[in-house]
């Protein structure tokens, strides 16, 4: 068999060839007026199919996430696409501690530790140098409203589960793990932070399995940066946290 013949064979694998198809009948004469609204209500549809398809095979309901800062440089930077798969907290490599305590369920870090970077120490005395790291996740800060990606640094076992630290790889902007708010009153931390408590299995959307490098960029300054640009911040509704 040719290449010709791999190549028209190969092509029924391009979803895009149906539409084609479909185009062909519906719009012989492909009047552009026709023609360009269907492709583009497809190429969003095929998009969420293959999104669907890509987070059922991996176990996650976010099968990729687009970095927006540089908080994880020099490892990730802004408009990388990251591939996750899905993983529990018991399932996702850190340093591992155990600490004697029911639970740690939307607890702030005040009641339980203090870190003095790189230093995280345990009420009970023990001691995590958060600088050694382990793998990239990805979680929901409800405090932000957004997804983040950074990495866990510690897991703590309590007697309800595990519950996971996360901190970003740029030290010029993340001197202090994610959870350091200070004391919390109900949703209002006493200095800013990026999420106000320990992650449990509810939060945690996956980890990162793989990466492309600056994909995602396009959509950035599409949609982010054009919001700056009318709105002076990422939302209309507000700038972000710093």
């Not at 009970?124 to 382990?134: F, K």
């Not at 800060?141 to 309800?160: C, F, L, M, W």
Request: aromatic share 8%.
């Amino acid at each position: 068999m040719g290449w010709k013949e791999i190549k028209q064979k190969l092509k029924y694998l391009d979803p895009f060839t149906y539409v084609d198809m479909f185009l062909d009948k519906v719009n012989p004469s492909h009047n552009p007026l026709i023609d360009w609204p269907v492709q583009i209500i497809s190429a969003f549809i095929i998009a969420l199919l293959i999104y669907t398809l890509l987070g059922f095979a991996l176990g996650t309901g976010s099968p990729m996430v687009i970095v927006v800062s540089e908080s994880m440089s020099p490892n990730l930077h802004r408009g990388d696409v990251v591939v996750l798969t899905g993983v529990s907290p018991e399932n996702v490599i850190a340093q591992e501690v155990t600490l004697n305590t029911s639970s740690l369920e939307g607890i702030p870090l005040s009641s339980f530790a203090t870190f003095s970077n790189p230093t995280l120490t345990l009420s009970d005395g023990q001691q995590i140098h958060t600088n050694q790291g382990g793998d990239i996740i990805v979680y929901f800060s409800n405090y932000r409203n957004e997804q983040i990606i950074h990495r866990a640094v510690t897991k703590i076992k309590t007697q309800d589960g595990t519950y996971i630290l996360t901190k970003g790889d740029n030290e010029l902007t993340n001197n202090t793990v994610d959870q350091d708010c200070g004391k919390v009153t109900g949703t209002t931390p006493q200095h800013n932070c990026v999420t106000l408590f320990p992650i449990s299995e509810e939060n945690l959307q996956g980890k990162a399995v793989a990466r492309v490098p600056f994909l995602g960029y396009v959509k950035l300054i599409l949609v982010d940066d054009l919001q700056v640009i009318l709105f002076g911040c990422k939302r209309p509704e507000g700038c972000p946290l710093p």
